[in-house]
């Protein structure tokens, strides 16, 4: 008896010990991205409150952490703006005032314009050697041109900087990263990556009365194609002015307004203008098998079809005209354009129900949805000249943080999901969607030399010979890339 109470005594041990083996084994800190932590009453703020910033607390003396921007609302606002109604500024301040506090600092826009003066300002400062800010929140389509002049730091090289964390996209760590080296960086800090981004909107409403069936339900399957968009959209046009022509004043299945709202099919297809190869160096690689075909698809669509208006004049967030317009006016059951058009007036006073989606995938093969946030949005450098880093790295740090914890929740749950759009698919969509963003090496890094513009211009001059604009464009890009590779190169 007591051999069999001194073995179960021992077991009892072993077994203790394996379990606070297992239980150390997973204390270990984890490589993957962190995840916000559930919270059973599903608070977005507080799942996102609970993730850790892992900065400590300091003391900088009342430091003023500058930045440069030509989006100043986006960064600062006024107290004469605040608590006004507009929940985007309260929560800007709200984001500001607990980063100074912390770390008994201030933020604040030192110098704002156009972004080609802007560029120029930044420029001059830091080849000049002058330490006049600390962050360029920059023109993501024009950031490119300044990365060849040698300006800015390597992210990698700042402290506290962590890409493993929720605020900061995935693509930062892999997509705009090379041989360890990463110039211009998202952070939520830069949250127009997210108002900029491509959505497809639809008429609810309209969509029931040429029943075209559960829309939701196919882009949450993963089946919402360009073929089974197409297929809607093709036939449905009525000359509701009488003039026997197509014009604005006539009804369509789809709308589609200038600018990237075109450009954006390529990245939605699946084709970007840059991949990695075998040594991690980033190469032009917009020339694929399917190129040609999307070309000539979104061609047809814009040219050839009955149920399409396109109209050729530029459109943006301030000019809503056209397209866009169209079917604020329900004279169109679709249209394409940035998730930031459901803050607006003509969507928040919409009649007829509304809903969003992705942007169709190429074909069923495709795995992914893919969204890319227009050029507009801004992206984050920071200049070589800075001698703080430590101040530096914290803020930006602690910026980026708090944008994930008070801003954004504010702009995508209240503002976009509760707020404006009026149905929970719409809202499973718009996850889908933030998700599918994409920051792709070609786009970020081009500084209009690449081939980011490239459809949305041959398709305004009314061409779809990809290959003569291809050779056109590619001496000029090659050039560009290059000077590129070498301004990270030259990195430490």
Known sequence: ???????????????SVVACTKQEETKKPSTEKDKTVSNDDGDIFAERAAVEDGLEDNDFGGKTFRIVTHRPHDFVVDDEQVNKGDLIKDATAERNKRVEDRFNCKVDVVYTAGYTEMNTYASKNVMSGSDEFDLLCAHTASVGSLVIKNLFLNWYD????????????????????YDGKCVVAI?????SSIYYSYVMFFNKTLANTYDLGNLYKLALDGDWTYDVFYEMIKDIYVDEDGDGEKSQGDFYGYSQIHGLAVGQWLWAFDNPTTKKDEDGIPQIAVKTDKVNNIFTRIYDLLYNTQGVYYDIKDGDSNNLTNGVQMFLDRKSIFTTYIINTALGEGLRNFEDDYGILPV??????????????????????VPKTIKDKEFVGTIIEALSAESYKTIVPTFYEIALKTRYL??????????????????????????????GFMLETMMKSGSSNFESAYQKQYPKAKIHYKKVIKALDKLN
Do not use: C
Request: avoid cysteine; aromatic fraction near 16%.
């Open 1 to 15: 008896m007591k051999r069999i109470l001194a073995f179960v005594l021992l077991l009892t041990m072993l077994v």
């Open 158 to 177: 700042l402290p506290h900087v962590d890409f493993s964390k929720p605020w900061w996209p995935d693509d930062n760590s892999t997509e705009l990263t």
């Open 187 to 191: 952070s939520d800090f830069s949250f």
């Open 360 to 381: 169709p995938k190429y074909d069923e093969n495709q795995k992914d949805y893919f969204a890319l946030p227009g050029g507009e949005h801004t992206s984050m450098v």
């Open 422 to 451: 009026r149905d929970n698919e719409s809202k499973e969509v718009l996850d889908m969607i933030i998700d599918a963003r994409t920051f792709e090496f070609g786009y970020m890094y081009g500084g209009f030399e690449g081939f």
